[in-house]
């Protein structure tokens, strides 16, 4: 057995030597490992080296500070478990077969980028979130949270189905599980694949107990679009995911006194029940006193909207600030093992995420805040190149980049492509000058209507469709915040016309059945 584990090895670095040209005999006896650090619903605006308004993200930032930061990085799909299948697949949703969360289960049995990392002679892992309904597949190890898992003592399953509930806060644990796997389990004669995916920073956001009480005395800087009436954008106007009439009091913001029900009051009690007495006594002598205050005089209209929204993004803030820490244990882990100058380590997030713009909470639109996402990455030995990388990514490309790195060939039915020559510093000029963006969860939660798009580098193209025929256009150097619509305005007819094509050409190079008659000629 030991010697067709050296013989995998092996067979990784000759293609790789090829690739990057490595001369050291040492280099060349080591294979680059990944490090795949995902979370859930954390955007941009809320880590400090895109955007130092409201938090400081320390630990996030010396990914970015020792690498590279991309600042045109796309979602195919503003949707957890559909993102994470463009992610393990390479291919958009339409292809990987997992379009939405509603009535999706992952096809394991389909190519993945895991199992092709096995093949060429990885070792693989996944510890956190799954989202995904199947079992995973192409994992030599996996230990995942069931669903949506929990925040307080949560649940993991472990490969044999086993069951089990960790005591503990799930960001520590998630990383805990992961340091313990680069420590202890993992085979050393192997390089590796680990994908760390956490429960953070996704709703209910709530804390760790020990920052329960940071960021209450901050006052965080309200959106300028916060009461955007959506005129001219009806899908817009008809979503169900705004702060004032839709976030629920209870759930989100945490403002429950014994005998308060709402909708979800039930759900948010079995959340923090997890908790064990000790636990629950510190949280309840935080939130019960704010709660029965409000209650005492409960602020209406827009006062009740900035209530809520400054409840929202303290406890967001602090669900970020655990996240940051555990960022830098694993940092921290990697320098102190030896194993960081050997590994690429990439941080992003499934999709970006509302921190009250346009009113809103949660993503799924393909407006910037939500089809935008970070992703930084500290680059391993061999590569030089830091600062900004401001060509345009998406996460069908990170499949490709990993199979690329390990020396393996990248199936020419993988629709993303490699950012290893972005990560040498190049700049090839046939790189994609737009991004295809499509969109399917309707009805269904928070009621964000079916469309598809292209995002090109200074206008943007949506098409809502299914129990709605609207276009919408918009200039994002203009009107950055996407508040006018000008498609049919009148001066804009050829670059309605030259984005309509480039939509129907995306959607033909991706082969999606679902698209729109293309009207002009060439």
């Not at 898992?149 to 993991?156: I, Q, V």
């Not at 702060?243 to 014994?258: F, S």
């Not at 006193?289 to 803030?317: C, H, I, V, W």
């Given at each position: 057995m030991r010697k067709q584990t050296n013989l995998a090895v092996c067979s990784v670095l000759g293609p790789m030597a090829a690739v990057f040209g490595i001369q050291s005999a040492a280099a060349q006896q080591k294979p680059y490992n990944i490090v795949y650090i995902m979370t859930d619903d954390h955007t941009a605006q809320m880590m400090s080296c895109y955007d130092r308004t409201h938090v400081e993200t320390p630990n996030l930032d010396r990914i970015a500070q020792d690498g590279v930061r991309f600042t045109n990085s796309f979602v195919a799909n503003s949707l957890s478990g559909p993102s994470r299948a463009c992610m393990l697949t390479g291919k958009h949703s339409h292809k990987n077969g997992f379009t939405n969360n509603e009535h999706g289960i992952f096809d394991g049995s389909q190519q993945t980028m895991p199992k092709l990392m096995r093949q060429?002679?990885?070792?693989?892992?996944?510890?956190?979130?799954?989202?995904?309904?199947?079992?995973?597949?192409?994992?030599?190890?996996?230990?995942?949270?069931?669903?949506?898992?929990?925040?307080?003592?949560?649940?993991?399953?472990?490969?044999?189905?086993?069951?089990?509930?960790?005591?503990?806060?799930?960001?520590?644990?998630?990383?805990?599980?992961?340091?313990?796997?680069?420590?202890?389990?993992?085979?050393?004669?192997?390089?590796?694949?680990?994908?760390?995916?956490?429960?953070?920073?996704?709703?209910?956001?709530?804390?760790?107990?020990?920052?329960?009480?940071?960021?209450?005395?901050?006052?965080?800087?309200?959106?300028?679009?916060?009461?955007?009436?959506?005129?001219?954008?009806?899908?817009?106007?008809?979503?169900?995911?705004?702060?004032?009439?839709?976030?629920?009091?209870?759930?989100?913001?945490?403002?429950?006194?014994?005998?308060?029900?709402?909708?979800?009051?039930?759900?948010?009690?079995?959340?923090?029940?997890?908790?064990?007495?000790?636990?629950?006594?510190?949280?309840?002598?935080?939130?019960?006193?704010?709660?029965?205050?409000?209650?005492?005089?409960?602020?209406?209209?827009?006062?009740?909207?900035?209530?809520?929204?400054?409840?929202?993004?303290?406890?967001?803030?602090?669900?970020?600030?655990?996240?940051?820490?555990?960022?830098?244990?694993?940092?921290?882990?990697?320098?102190?093992?030896?194993?960081?100058?050997?590994?690429?380590?990439?941080?992003?997030?499934?999709?970006?995420?509302?921190?009250?713009?346009?009113?809103?909470?949660?993503?799924?639109?393909?407006?910037?805040?939500?089809?935008?996402?970070?992703?930084?990455?500290?680059?391993?030995?061999g590569f030089t190149r830091r600062g900004d990388i401001d060509e345009m990514v998406q996460n069908i490309d990170y499949a490709p980049t990993f199979l690329e790195l390990a020396g393996a060939k990248v199936p020419s039915d993988i629709q993303g492509r490699s950012l290893l020559p972005l990560l040498k510093g190049k700049h090839p000029r046939n790189w994609r000058k737009g991004v295809y963006y499509h969109y399917y969860e309707y009805p269904a939660e928070h009621m964000v209507k079916r469309h598809y798009g292209v995002r090109g580098s200074r206008y943007k193209l949506m098409h809502f469709y299914n129990d709605i025929d609207h276009w919408e256009l918009y200039d994002l150097k203009e009107d950055p915040h996407e508040m006018h619509n000008l498609y049919g305005q009148k001066g804009m007819e050829k670059v309605t016309r030259k984005m309509m094509k480039q939509l129907h050409r995306l959607q033909v190079e991706y082969d999606d059945s679902i698209r729109f008659v293309y009207p002009m000629k060439d």
């Open positions: 060429a002679g990885y070792q693989t892992a996944l510890i956190g979130k799954w989202h995904l309904v199947s079992t995973p597949t192409g994992f030599d190890y996996y230990e995942i949270l069931p669903a949506q898992g929990d925040y307080y003592n949560p649940t993991f399953i472990d490969m044999q189905g086993n069951h089990k509930r960790n005591e503990g806060y799930v960001t520590n644990l998630v990383t805990d599980k992961s340091i313990d796997w680069m420590q202890n389990k993992r085979d050393r004669d192997k390089p590796f694949l680990l994908l760390v995916h956490h429960k953070a920073c996704h709703r209910a956001w709530l804390p760790e107990l020990k920052y329960l009480h940071e960021y209450e005395d901050k006052e965080f800087a309200v959106p300028c679009t916060f009461n955007d009436d959506y005129e001219g954008r009806p899908a817009a106007a008809a979503q169900e995911m705004n702060i004032l009439k839709h976030m629920d009091i209870v759930y989100d913001t945490k403002m429950y006194v014994p005998g308060k029900k709402t909708p979800l009051t039930d759900t948010y009690l079995g959340m923090i029940g997890r908790m064990n007495p000790d636990e629950r006594k510190v949280y309840d002598d935080f939130y019960l006193p704010m709660s029965e205050k409000f209650y005492t005089n409960p602020p209406q209209g827009e006062e009740l909207a900035k209530y809520k929204y400054q409840r929202y993004m303290r406890d967001y803030a602090k669900v970020v600030k655990s996240l940051d820490d555990n960022v830098g244990r694993l940092l921290d882990y990697l320098r102190d093992s030896g194993l960081l100058e050997n590994t690429l380590v990439v941080y992003t997030s499934d999709q970006g995420f509302y921190m009250g713009e346009h009113g809103w909470f949660d993503k799924r639109f393909m407006y910037e805040e939500s089809l935008n996402t970070p992703l930084v990455m500290r680059l391993p030995e």
